[in-house]
Nanobody, 115 residues
Framework: QVQLVESGGGLVQPGGSLRLSCAVS????????MGWYRQAPGKQRELVAT???????RYADSVKGRFTISRDNGENTVYLQMNSLKPEDTAVYYCNGHLALLVYWGQGTQVTVSS
């Protein structure tokens, strides 16, 4: 059974940094694309960043210049380095992966930015 497990969330002050990780288990096949989404209370889930197996990256305008997505294809792991965090970045962050025609989601990790 393929599973995506996020880690690295927590409470951080405005201007601080966090690094999220998403590890894949249950398959050694590299995901075609992986990404991070987030959902704040009362809002729809939104794309944060994506990265293909070839390394092409895409970011939401709200995080450009502050967040960096990366992946280790050999380990089927994707990371999200978040710098200069703002209170509006507070949300549950979900890892997402595309394997063939299937889409997998992690269970989410809470990120809270507050003083």
């Amino acid at each position: 059974q393929v599973q995506l497990v996020e880690s690295g969330g927590g409470l951080v002050q405005p201007g601080g940094s966090l690094r999220l990780s998403c590890a894949v288990s249950g398959t050694s096949y590299p995901f075609r694309a992986m990404g991070w989404y987030r959902q704040a209370p009362g809002k729809q889930r939104e794309l944060v960043a994506t990265i293909t197996s070839g390394g092409s990256k895409r970011y939401a305008d709200s995080v450009k210049g502050r967040f960096t997505i990366s992946r280790d294809n050999g380990e089927n792991t994707v990371y999200l380095q978040m710098n200069s965090l703002k209170p509006e970045d507070t949300a549950v962050y979900y890892c997402n992966g595309h394997l063939a025609l299937l889409v997998y989601w992690g269970q989410g990790t809470q990120v809270t930015v507050s003083s």
